[in-house]
């Protein structure tokens, strides 16, 4: 789960989409890059790209069994380094 949830994405021309999260981040994100590539290649059907749905994990969902985690997302967003988001990343696990 992310440490600040989508709360709303919504499709936009182009293969963007405008995400909100709960902590009131909001903006655009470009999916171009990703159209017609691989597992995105149904997103060419009508429609497809945007049934996009936010799933109960908080990542984009759409049909075919397609996602994305929405924290990638939100760094963008809020041009932050993954460690500066998420406490204890890079952090050497020990064991006992």
Do not use: K
């Not at 989508?6 to 994100?29: C, I, M, S």
């Amino acid at each position: 789960m992310a440490i600040f949830p989508l709360v709303e994405a919504n499709p936009l021309p182009e293969y963007r989409l405008h995400l909100r999260f709960a902590d009131g981040t909001e903006g655009d994100v470009d999916l171009s890059h990703l159209a017609g590539r691989g597992v995105f290649e149904v997103w060419g059907s009508p429609g497809a790209f945007e049934s996009v749905r936010i799933g109960d994990r908080g990542d984009l969902e759409w049909p075919g069994d397609v996602d994305l985690c929405a924290d990638a997302f939100y760094l963008e967003l809020t041009n932050q380094a993954p460690e500066n988001v998420f406490p204890g990343l890079g952090e050497t696990a020990s064991h006992a």
